[in-house]
């Protein structure tokens, strides 16, 4: 009976917590939207002036690597580090949607180790767009439909890919960051089948 009492009070303790760490990321939310709102009011105050503006920036990879590099210097467990980043990026990504949506061209159809590595840097609420070659992702992110492409630059069975390379040298995008994937394949046979 002590031990149902004690679990009792220890998921109750949990849902209070929930609940706490729910407000506080709404209330990050509408920092993050404030953040846009300022953003915007400091471009049309410069146009007002007829000073030329940029377009509003309002992912920028360097904050967030830094958020999520003081993330994990300051984790005490029992988490991993990287599990704690992983739900800060998510957070982080949704906030970024609130202020303009990511729009993200990768390499392949759904369920590509290319998708996989979207959604690991950007975080669900990316908008990923998948295109059936280097080329296309290429183009989608020069003509503006996109704002980050994802192609594969290494991989284990070939090493460096030739083709992403050469597409980086006719055009004038720029790498902007990295993510390294662990590719694990599972060998699937029938009943009875001899190991080779």
Not at 25 to 41: G, S, Y
């Amino acid at each position: 009976m002590d031990d149902n009492r004690d679990l009792d009070q220890v998921r109750a303790d949990i849902d209070a917590i929930d609940r706490d760490i729910q407000a506080l990321i709404a209330r990050r939310a509408r920092c993050a939207q404030r953040v846009a709102q300022i953003k915007l009011a400091d471009i049309e105050a410069a146009r007002r002036r007829g000073e030329s503006v940029e377009e509003v920036v309002y992912y920028r990879p360097e904050r967030e690597a830094q958020i999520l590099q003081q993330i994990i210097e300051r984790d005490s467990g029992p988490l991993s580090a990287q599990s704690v980043a992983h739900v800060f990026r998510e957070i982080m990504s949704a906030c970024l949607a609130l202020e303009k949506p990511l729009h993200v061209a990768y390499l392949g159809p759904e369920g590509t180790f290319t998708q996989a590595a979207s959604v690991k840097h950007f975080g669900h609420a990316a908008i990923c767009v998948s295109q059936p070659t280097i080329d296309a992702v290429f183009a989608q992110v020069e003509s503006g439909a996109c704002n980050y492409g994802v192609v594969p630059v290494e991989n284990s069975t070939e090493g460096m890919v030739s083709h992403t390379l050469d597409s980086f040298m006719d055009s004038p995008l720029k790498i902007s960051g990295e993510v390294e994937m662990v590719i694990a394949h599972h060998l699937l046979a029938a009943p009875h089948t001899t190991a080779a």
